[in-house]
């Protein structure tokens, strides 16, 4: 069946550094691709989001691309703070169908 | 605007217990989506409503029910309860159908004993 893989499950980044998280998904016919950031007690709050007809999108220190053609977008951030620590979660869509990755534990480090 | 809420925080049941869960949308949003989290799955989709009719199923046994309001508020249902149903339930909320723009919920956290 469809599946999206995410990559790394967990990355650690001095404050200040980048980070990417990269997914891979497998339904072709998938044409929007959120990102969520879920912090301890609280549910994913969707953060940045990109449709099937754009290569690239940013919001302040957040970027995702997507390369269609091999099927894989990666969420960027650049000067980390430590607010930015938490659980990131890619997801594919296509109409009514979403798949979710498994999640990437990003800590940044004083 | 309020966002998504879910009410109970947390639930506690035993084995063979059913339980309702409740989640209200975003004032205007007419799409509940239901999710089951867990450490080893990950983030599951269980079932949307889109006007009171539900829309779209995931692959969850028949014991995970639901249901849509005309106010958009939704329940959801589980019965005859097991142990690995222990899980967080998200509920997201959408101004539209389908799987596109979902705001969460905090969710609720059912242990199962």
């Known amino acids: 069946g469809e599946n999206v893989e995410q990559h790394p499950s967990t990355l650690s980044v001095q404050e200040g550094d980048s980070a990417v998280i990269k997914c891979t998904y497998s339904?072709?016919?998938?044409?929007?691709f959120p990102w969520y950031k879920q912090e301890l007690g609280k549910g994913p709050q969707l953060i940045i989001d990109?449709?099937?007809?754009?290569g690239e999108k940013k919001d302040q220190r957040i970027a995702v691309t997507l390369n269609k053609t091999a099927k894989h977008f990666s969420l960027h951030i650049t000067e980390t703070q430590p607010e930015d620590s938490a659980v990131y979660f890619c997801?594919?869509?296509?109409?009514?169908?979403?798949?979710f990755g498994k999640g990437t534990r990003l800590h940044i480090l004083p | 605007k309020a966002g998504v809420t879910q009410t109970p925080r947390y639930l506690i049941k035993t084995r063979g217990q059913q339980v309702t869960l409740s989640c209200s949308p975003i004032?205007?949003?007419?799409?509940v989506s239901w999710y089951q989290q867990t450490p080893g799955q990950g983030l599951q989709f269980l079932f949307e409503?889109?006007?009171?009719?539900?829309?779209n199923k995931g692959n969850f046994p028949g014991r995970f029910s639901g249901r849509q309001f005309s106010n958009s508020r939704s329940e959801m249902n589980v019965s005859t309860l097991e142990l690995g149903d222990s899980a967080l339930y998200l509920c997201?909320?959408?101004?539209?159908?389908?799987?596109?723009?979902?705001?969460f919920g905090p969710g609720t956290r059912l242990t199962v004993t």
């Open positions: 997801a594919a869509t296509r109409d009514d169908k979403i798949i």
């Open positions: 997201a909320s959408s101004p539209l159908q389908g799987a596109s723009e979902q705001y």
């Open positions: 004032s205007g949003h007419r799409s």
């Open positions: 990109i449709r099937s007809n754009v």
């Open positions: 339904d072709s016919a998938s044409n929007y």
């Open positions: 409503y889109f006007s009171e009719t539900q829309r």
